[in-house]
């Protein structure tokens, strides 16, 4: 499995440490930028990065993004069919959102999620599977249903 991650300057350290992190466990990282620290970078262009891959690649990608609030990548990945972001502050939370969502892109939010805590909520939100439970299943039908229909109108 490819993991891709993007990180804006806020994130940029982070993402540096995560990727490393994934690394060492045997993941296969694609850093969708910046690739550099760049104070007038904008999270946008890297959150679309991440989402545009796990959009296109469906079942099974994943993609983790972070800006200073996180709220900023989450909103952009957000905005693509079949993505399922969550801004995610903690393990359990983490834990519910693949279990009970099956979320497929991890915000993180650099300002206040310090580095090691991020490294456990990667963890657990990849070692993490889909429930499968009918009522969840049922719920991600219904976005799925939501997406057809805003694209059609």
Sequence with gaps: MIIYIGADHRGFNHKGAIKKYLADL??????????RLDETDDYPD???????????????AKGIL??????GVDIVANKFPHVRSA??????QAMDTRSDDDTNVLSLAADYVP??????????WI???F????????RLK????LEIDLKNK
């Design 26 to 35: 045997g993941y296969t990282v694609a850093d969708m930028g910046n690739n």
């Design 46 to 60: 890297f959150a679309l990065r991440v989402a545009e891959k796990i959009s296109l690649e469906g079942d099974g």
């Design 66 to 71: 972070i800006c200073g609030s996180g709220a």
């Design 87 to 92: 801004l995610v502050s903690n393990t359990e």
């Design 115 to 124: 580095v090691e805590d991020a490294k456990k909520i990667v963890s657990v």
């Design 127 to 129: 070692g993490t599977k």
């Design 131 to 138: 429930s499968g439970g009918e009522k969840y299943s049922r």
């Design 142 to 145: 219904k976005i799925e249903q």
